[in-house]
């Protein structure tokens, strides 16, 4: 057995040991420690028991910081720290009780935040949160009042042209700005030395101009304002119910249930009535444990997980009747929807068929976790059994959910307009939006084209390589939506457009190839920094990462019909790396909400390092 050989199956083994009971794997969906400090804030409001929890999670929040005193969201973050994941752990670990005030790790953290502007120049979404808890004053003007619940499909801005991800977090947000509303823990941690005398005052983003536009169209719904009001609260209130998942949680999303909750409180909900007592439940049930410690994911990522190791395992030659993957096929097919969600309101003609990220997602599907399902389940599909059909209707789902632009975006259907720009809020066309991109574009023409019927001409097909072709940047690369970033995007174009028949002495893969070839690190690998994502340009990480070292062979391997020297120094390291443990194998390379959070996925290193060995070993071998 050759070397190459002893490493696929060193990840193959690696990844058996992993799998749970139910045939799933539940590696961590770890985003840092905001979660952690919410939770914790959460816990305490409530007065919920929960006490060895809360110092674990204390303890975790302390193993992050940084030797200046403060917190990041990734390893190289600008400014030596991020001051909104700094307040936030701030007052987590004051609101825990196991953290005093005068502990010199605070003290170097309330000279970093002040340093840095004090409370007042976090992020909009921490300072909702300070406010929910009686630290921060809400606005006179709300950016989003409650009322736009109520504004037609027929008009051009209403609720359901933002994205699922961006309703599921405003509605709430919407319920406690039109209540001010906040709730203050018993001994509530006193964080007025935190506000900058250098930066006076409440800074809230506003734009009147829509908000006089928005109330403009509701007086044509209604002369009775109070009367408007309490319609728009109730409506957005049935929202959520309609809304929440098996375990409890709204759309099985971290932030959304947290807001949920205090929406609920300020309607009048009682804190240990069922609803909020569930919800809190749900949110436990995520908790995961990570070196030893809890982490409070912001969702489960088992769907995501399996459905890329079961198909990089059978694609590393493990057959679909192997035990490991036979156990995650069937798990992956317990999870298919069959009921439609928001998806539905833009694809009116599509039936249900797809999957969702999380373990109990049941209403909310998007394109890449189907097409990773369906690639899970191709070659059992092919035997004619039942997940023939399954497959079928995750297919037709895919197909139906192309956007009128050529491309493929998350979670909807033509969820993307100019008007997101007049939006108060930083990054709102992604938050609030769901356009498409080239990383959904890229891997759904992967899928169709390599393991489907779809012919090259079908329109399908042709437009979604159009799209990507209009959308490459002018040094060969893509920008990637949820990955970091330029070798994320750069790679699933890459691997659409050669699987779409575009051959790779076209322009675009001849350039795109280029391009990776040049941002190549001297030891073989590559790397690239989150702050890509919010510079918009690609940044060099300096170190190599397997992820991303993966992902870039990926792009070489489909473009090249021989290996390239290029190729092999990129196996070499990768093959010597594939075992080590530094901080580069915990980097985020994943992103979630335009810039608020980052994502390390613990199973990437195992998953895109075996699937580009086994890509490299079929075609060349």
């Not at 007025?192 to 409440?202: I, N, Q």
């Not at 957005?236 to 098996?246: G, Q, S, T, V």
């Not at 804190?271 to 030893?292: E, H, R, Y």
Request: aromatic residues 12%; contains cysteine.
């Amino acid at each position: 057995m050759t070397k190459w050989d002893q490493k696929i199956d060193w990840l193959i083994n690696r990844l058996k040991q992993d799998q749970s009971s139910d045939g799933s794997w539940a590696y961590p969906f770890d985003t840092g420690t905001t979660t952690d400090a919410y939770m914790i804030i959460l816990l305490r409001t409530l007065a919920v028991q929960e006490d060895q929890l809360i110092r674990g999670l204390a303890q975790r929040i302390l193993s992050k910081q940084s030797d200046n005193g403060a917190w990041k969201l990734f390893a190289d973050e600008e400014n030596g720290g991020n001051l909104s994941a700094t307040v936030e752990a701030y007052y987590a670990l004051l609101a825990s009780g196991f953290v005093k005030k005068d502990d010199p790790r605070l003290v170097s953290a309330k000279k970093f935040i002040l340093e840095h502007g004090g409370i007042q120049n976090t992020s909009m979404f921490t300072k909702i949160m300070l406010a929910i808890t009686g630290k921060y004053k809400w606005p006179a003007f709300s950016p989003f009042p409650v009322e736009m619940i109520l504004l037609p499909a027929a008009c051009p801005i209403n609720l359901y042209q933002f994205s699922i991800f961006g309703r599921a977090n405003l509605i709430p947000i919407m319920i406690l700005a039109s209540r001010k509303f906040s709730m203050k823990m018993k001994n509530s941690p006193d964080l007025s030395d935190l506000f900058s005398a250098r930066h006076p005052g409440h800074s809230w983003p506003e734009n009147r101009d829509l908000l006089d536009w928005i109330g403009e169209e509701l007086k044509k719904i209604s002369e009775f304002p109070e009367r408007l009001h309490a319609s728009a609260l109730d409506r957005a209130k049935k929202y959520m119910l309609a809304r929440i998942e098996p375990d409890g949680t709204f759309y099985s999303y971290f932030s959304a249930t947290f807001l949920m909750i205090f929406a609920l409180l300020s309607l009048g909900h009682f804190k240990n009535g069922p609803i909020i007592q569930n919800a809190v439940k749900g949110l436990l049930s995520m908790a995961t444990v990570i070196d030893g410690l809890p982490h409070m994911q912001y969702t489960t990522a088992n769907v995501w997980n399996t459905a890329l190791i079961s198909y990089a395992m059978q694609n590393a030659g493990v057959p679909k009747e192997d035990k490991t993957v036979a156990a995650a096929n069937r798990y992956l097919l317990s999870r298919q929807h069959n009921r439609s969600g928001d998806w539905k309101i833009h694809n009116p003609h599509g039936a249900p068929g797809g999957w969702g990220f999380s373990d109990i997602n049941t209403i909310n599907p998007d394109v890449d976790d189907t097409t990773a399902a369906l690639r899970a389940l191709i070659r059992e599909a092919a035997g004619g059994t039942q997940t023939r059909e399954a497959w079928k209707r995750g297919v037709n789902w895919t197909v139906s959910m192309q956007n009128r632009d050529g491309g493929w975006a998350a979670f909807e259907k033509n969820v993307h307009g100019k008007w997101l720009k007049l939006i108060p809020v930083e990054k709102a066309e992604y938050l609030l939006g769901d356009p498409s991109s080239a990383d959904l574009t890229g891997r759904t023409l992967e899928f169709l084209g390599n393991y489907t019927n779809l012919e090259n001409r079908h329109p399908a097909m042709e437009e979604g390589a159009d799209w990507l072709i209009r959308h490459q940047r002018k040094d060969g690369s893509w920008y990637g939506r949820w990955g970091i970033c330029y070798l994320y995007g750069t790679w699933a174009a890459s691997t659409g457009l050669a699987a779409s028949g575009i051959p790779a002495s076209r322009p675009a893969l001849k350039r795109a190839a280029g391009w990776i070839q040049s941002v190549q690190n001297h030891d073989g690998g590559w790397g690239e920094s989150c702050r890509s994502d919010i510079h918009q340009m690609y940044i060099p990480l300096g170190h190599s990462t397997l992820t991303h070292t993966a992902w870039a062979l990926d792009t070489l391997i489909a473009v090249s019909e021989k290996p390239t020297v290029e190729m092999e120094h990129g196996i070499t390291w990768l093959l010597s790396n594939l075992e080590k443990q530094d901080w580069t194998t915990a980097y985020p390379v994943g992103q979630g909400m335009a810039g608020t959070f980052y994502i390390h996925y613990h199973s990437y290193r195992y998953i895109f390092p075996l699937l580009a060995l086994g890509n490299y070993r079929r075609k060349y071998s």
